[in-house]
């Protein structure tokens, strides 16, 4: 059955699997990010053996961990940049425009409780675009740079601990750059419990597929996907 078919009858086409797979990957860097941060911050774990130290360098493996996972983040990261543009429509956002801040105004007041001209979105609404722009893009930048940073910070003179110098003219001294990367990571945390209760609780009320259709790539939409599926199929077909 076609795209255009499943979207008319009640199924619509929203996440690509560019974006399916950057949703997993994320997930999971921000996971084992997390938990390897956690202990290179604080270990809890010290084992006092009588051979060489080589054979006991559980925090170098750690750490190693950390950083070779910053690494996928980043890479992953940065395909997710290039598909808000190369990307189907529920892909692209643009806080630029006027009709965004306008959606996450009435977004707002629609979960207050407030009057509101909340529209039906497919995708993420604004608000959600927003929060994602404001961790996910912003957030990430963060805890890229002030990572890096640390983790070159020990080899100044080499070529890659030279591209992150600048670092601490922003963020201030290796305390605060530090402090910075530590407090991210925590909004980060905040984020994914707010971000998986939204998701549960979008798909409870719409019953709509949310939960499921960032494994499949679809929404079960009986009420508005219609009109959005038309609109698709009048694209598709003037690009025929």
């Known amino acids: 059955?076609?795209?255009?078919?499943?979207?008319?009858?009640?199924?619509?086409?929203?996440?690509?699997?560019?974006?399916?797979?950057?949703?997993?990957?994320?997930?999971?860097?921000?996971?084992?990010?997390?938990?390897?941060?956690?202990?290179?911050?604080?270990?809890?774990?010290?084992?006092?053996?009588p051979e060489e130290a080589y054979y006991s360098y559980l925090l170098g493996y750690v750490r190693n961990v950390h950083f070779y996972t910053a690494f996928l983040f980043t890479i992953n990261l940065l395909i997710r940049w290039y598909w808000v543009y190369k990307g189907n429509k529920f892909a692209r956002s643009n806080p630029l425009k006027k009709s965004f801040w306008?959606?996450?105004?009435?977004?707002?007041?629609?979960?207050?409780?407030?009057?509101?001209?909340?529209?039906?979105?497919?995708?993420?609404?604004?608000?959600?675009?927003?929060?994602?722009?404001?961790?996910?893009?912003?957030?990430?930048?963060?805890?890229?740079?002030?990572?890096?940073?640390?983790?070159?910070?020990?080899?100044?003179?080499?070529?890659?601990?030279k591209m992150f110098m600048w670092v601490p003219y922003i963020f201030g001294d290796s305390f605060l750059v530090r402090s910075w990367h530590h407090l991210v990571a925590w909004g980060f945390m905040v984020f994914v419990?707010?971000?998986?209760?939204?998701?549960?609780?979008?798909?409870?009320?719409?019953?709509?597929?949310?939960?499921?259709?960032?494994?499949?790539?679809y929404k079960n939409e009986t009420e508005h996907a219609p009109t959005e599926a038309k609109e698709e199929m009048d694209g598709a077909k003037k690009h025929a």
Not at 138 to 147: A, E, P
Request: with cysteine; hydrophobic share 45%; charged share 15%.
């Open 1 to 49: 059955m076609s795209r255009e078919a499943k979207a008319v009858n009640g199924k619509t086409y929203v996440w690509e699997f560019p974006v399916r797979a950057f949703h997993w990957i994320n997930a999971l860097c921000i996971f084992v990010l997390f938990a390897t941060g956690i202990y290179i911050g604080r270990p809890f774990v010290s084992p006092t053996v």
């Open 102 to 161: 306008a959606g996450v105004f009435e977004t707002l007041k629609y979960y207050l409780f407030l009057p509101n001209k909340k529209k039906h979105y497919l995708g993420h609404n604004p608000l959600a675009e927003l929060s994602y722009w404001i961790f996910i893009g912003l957030g990430s930048i963060i805890v890229v740079f002030t990572g890096y940073f640390l983790y070159f910070e020990p080899q100044p003179e080499s070529v890659l601990g």
């Open 193 to 217: 419990v707010i971000h998986v209760y939204m998701a549960f609780r979008e798909d409870w009320l719409s019953r709509n597929g949310t939960m499921s259709s960032i494994f499949t790539g």
